[in-house]
């Protein structure tokens, strides 16, 4: 009978090497020992687990169905251990490693990007990879480990961290409402205004806003259209029209006075209500930086945008 406690696992390491090289010689060569031992260690494996692993001939090797289910399980348990080597290792130590970090255009760069510096002067030996666009979606296929998305619903094939929900608002600049007689108490003639939009969900071209118990959909005239949240932006400070944006966005604008909000009363309906960091849900071997910055990130965002 098998006992696991004369089990070794350097036995079954050298047996995938033998089934990676395809041959004897080669995993001899490999693990440093002559061909008898690795015949030798291969045959005690065979003992401990009385089942024949490989069938041999002159040519090549062969796996029975039982070597084949060892070699399965050998990989999965080999990557296990390196796995927690590592981990281990990188316990009280600083995270090193590569981490590819996705941010939207506007997040990244308005609010976001100080915060990275601070975290890469804290962790400098951490090797730390940031694309600043709103195409992302597919994080696997663009080997992305870390992702910060507003959105409304996450990806069901991620780990998703909710840090908060998002609000957005209609803003210009006080020339542009004055310039145009902007009167905010008629939203139906709203839609003659110069409207400054996000071109990445035509949803917001239709304006869907609640007040208490009323709703309002009213189809806008977008005169200028960009994915990027700083150009628009910058287009509603230079008095090209009323703009729809988060209020992360707006917000300094709002307090200095170069932008207004038309109306601060009403909800605005957006398909892009939440902020989420995002994650894959098996990180590679540099989970252990992948959890830095994920942390990092989290405890800044909500400090942010909870006050």
Same mark, same amino acid.
């Given at each position: 009978?098998?006992?696991?406690?004369?089990?070794?696992?350097?036995?079954?390491?050298?047996?995938?090497?033998?089934?990676?090289?395809?041959?004897?010689?080669?995993?001899?060569?490999?693990?440093?020992?002559?061909?008898?031992?690795?015949?030798?260690?291969?045959?005690?494996?065979?003992?401990?687990?009385?089942?024949?692993?490989?069938?041999?001939?002159?040519?090549?090797?062969?796996?029975?169905?039982?070597?084949?289910?060892?070699?399965?399980?050998?990989?999965?348990?080999?990557?296990?251990?390196?796995?927690?080597?590592?981990?281990?290792?990188?316990?009280?130590?600083?995270?090193?490693?590569?981490?590819?970090? @996705?941010?939207?255009?506007?997040?990244?760069? &308005?609010? =976001?990007?100080?915060?990275?510096?601070? +975290? $890469?002067? !804290?962790?400098?030996?951490?090797?730390?990879?940031?694309?600043?666009?709103?195409?992302?979606?597919?994080?696997?296929?663009?080997?992305?480990?870390?992702?910060?998305?507003?959105?409304?619903?996450?990806?069901?094939?991620?780990?998703?961290?909710?840090?908060?929900?998002?609000?957005?608002?209609?803003?210009?600049?006080?020339?542009?409402?004055?310039?145009?007689?902007?009167?905010?108490?008629?939203?139906?003639?709203?839609?003659?205004?110069?409207?400054?939009?996000? @071109?990445?969900?035509?949803?917001?071209?239709? &304006?869907? =806003?609640?007040?208490?118990?009323?709703? +309002? $959909?009213? !189809?806008?005239?977008?005169?200028?259209?960009?994915?990027?949240?700083?150009?628009?932006?910058?287009?509603?400070?230079?008095?090209?029209?009323?703009?729809?944006?988060?209020?992360?966005?707006?917000?300094?604008?709002?307090?200095?006075?170069?932008?207004?909000?038309?109306?601060?009363?009403?909800?605005?309906?957006?398909?892009?209500?939440?902020?989420?960091?995002?994650?894959?849900?098996?990180?590679?071997?540099?989970?252990?930086?992948?959890?830095?910055?994920?942390?990092?990130?989290?405890?800044?965002?909500?400090? &942010?945008?909870?006050?």
């Amino acid at each position: 009978m098998f006992n696991i406690q004369n089990f070794d696992m350097n036995l079954v390491r050298l047996f995938v090497t033998i089934i990676d090289t395809g041959t004897l010689s080669e995993a001899a060569t490999r693990h440093g020992i002559t061909k008898s031992q690795v015949s030798k260690n291969l045959k005690k494996l065979e003992t401990l687990l009385n089942t024949q692993l490989i069938r041999r001939s002159t040519r090549r090797l062969e796996l029975t169905q039982q070597g084949e289910v060892l070699y399965e399980h050998g990989i999965s348990m080999l990557r296990e251990i390196e796995m927690a080597q590592q981990e281990i290792q990188r316990l009280g130590a600083e995270p090193m490693g590569n981490v590819r970090l @996705s941010v939207p255009t506007g997040l990244g760069e &308005l609010i =976001l990007q100080p915060m990275l510096i601070e +975290f $890469k002067k !804290k962790y400098p030996q951490l090797n730390l990879q940031i694309l600043f666009s709103n195409r992302v979606t597919d994080l696997i296929e663009s080997q992305i480990d870390v992702a910060v998305r507003v959105i409304s619903t996450p990806p069901k094939d991620y780990v998703a961290k909710k840090i908060s929900d998002i609000t957005w608002r209609l803003c210009a600049s006080p020339y542009y409402l004055r310039k145009n007689k902007v009167n905010t108490t008629h939203i139906e003639k709203f839609s003659n205004l110069d409207y400054l939009c996000p @071109s990445n969900n035509k949803a917001y071209e239709t &304006l869907t =806003l609640i007040s208490n118990e009323e709703t +309002f $959909k009213i !189809k806008m005239n977008p005169k200028l259209q960009s994915e990027n949240f700083r150009f628009l932006l910058e287009a509603a400070r230079n008095d090209l029209g009323v703009t729809l944006l988060p209020s992360y966005i707006i917000e300094q604008d709002i307090v200095k006075g170069t932008l207004k909000t038309l109306i601060p009363d009403m909800n605005i309906v957006a398909f892009d209500s939440a902020l989420y960091i995002l994650t894959t849900p098996k990180p590679h071997l540099s989970s252990a930086a992948i959890k830095t910055l994920t942390q990092f990130l989290q405890e800044q965002l909500s400090f &942010l945008f909870m006050h």
